[in-house]
């Protein structure tokens, strides 16, 4: 006697189809992970590549690459805006923009001057001057820090005064804060010793890191195995005990 029971056609139906959608979805998640981790590799390699003129760069609009550039121009020094409390410090502290003026373009750069270590007390830290000058600046250019959840609305439109402070960056907001349009990413400045600014470079993927991802498709897999079980189990014989012979 076989020990399964013949199937209904719509239960065999039902259950490849739920055993194929998990297998595509885990496979994805993999397919999502190796492809952060590319990115990770890039973005790590990017520190020490070749320096790239920026007005070469933003012509071409690059895509999933993170080019180190050179580029002319001059500070904004009073239009300076706060990322509170980054994820990478321990004490309290911000991450400072400002916007930056290319030479002979029309829009604007923001660029990310680094981390300012706060003290404990939960006060902004005191900020530097920034010089009036042409400066010429190297770094990376890259995507502006996520957004994340958006909560109070636009923080930036209810502060008259700069700084300015908010818990996310938003380029749009900050777009339209400074009335005239900005590229779509950010400067991230290279490293200098002598700057008060932490500055380490890393590529914000907090919110679905590659191991992320690879647990997602772990689920993935295992909801497969499951409904390939639970098809067995609801479909296995039932033995029939024994009658004894009195």
């Known amino acids: 006697m076989s020990w399964m029971r013949r199937p209904a056609w719509w239960s065999v139906l039902l259950t490849a189809a739920g055993v194929l959608?998990?297998?595509?979805?885990?496979?994805?998640?993999?397919h999502r992970a190796d492809y952060k981790d590319e990115?990770?590799?890039?973005?790590?390699?990017?520190?020490?590549a070749p320096v790239q003129d920026f007005t070469v760069v933003t012509a071409n609009s690059p895509d999933d690459v993170y080019p180190r550039v050179r580029v002319q121009g001059r500070y904004l020094v009073d239009r300076l805006y706060l990322l509170d409390n980054p994820k990478h410090d321990d004490m309290g502290g911000v991450e400072v923009f400002v916007p930056f003026q290319p030479s002979h373009q029309s829009k604007l750069l923001?660029?990310?001057?680094?981390?300012?270590?706060?003290n404990g007390s939960?006060?902004?830290p005191q900020l530097p001057p920034l010089s009036?000058?042409?400066?010429?600046?190297?770094g990376l250019y890259e995507p502006p820090p996520g957004k994340g959840l958006e909560m109070g609305g636009n923080a930036l439109a209810q502060q008259t005064q700069w700084p300015k402070t908010s818990i996310y960056l938003?380029?749009?907001?900050?777009?339209?804060?400074?009335?005239?349009?900005?590229?779509?990413?950010?400067?991230a400045l290279d490293?200098?010793?002598?700057?008060i600014?932490?500055?380490?470079?890393t590529l914000d993927l907090s919110s679905m890191p590659p191991a992320r991802h690879r647990a997602y498709a772990f689920q993935w897999f295992t909801f497969a195995l499951a409904a390939v079980v639970i098809f067995v189990v609801l479909h296995r014989t039932k033995r029939r005990p024994n009658k004894s012979k009195s």
Do not use: C, E, N
């Open 170 to 187: 938003d380029m749009d907001q900050v777009a339209a804060d400074l009335h005239v349009a900005l590229y779509p990413r950010v400067l």
């Open 132 to 138: 009036t000058d042409q400066q010429t600046l190297r």
């Open 197 to 201: 600014y932490v500055r380490v470079h």
């Open 191 to 195: 490293a200098d010793p002598s700057a």
């Open 110 to 118: 923001l660029v990310d001057l680094g981390f300012l270590p706060g």
């Open 39 to 48: 990115l990770l590799r890039r973005y790590a390699a990017a520190a020490s």
């Open 21 to 30: 959608v998990f297998v595509r979805l885990g496979i994805w998640q993999l």
């Open 122 to 124: 939960g006060k902004t």
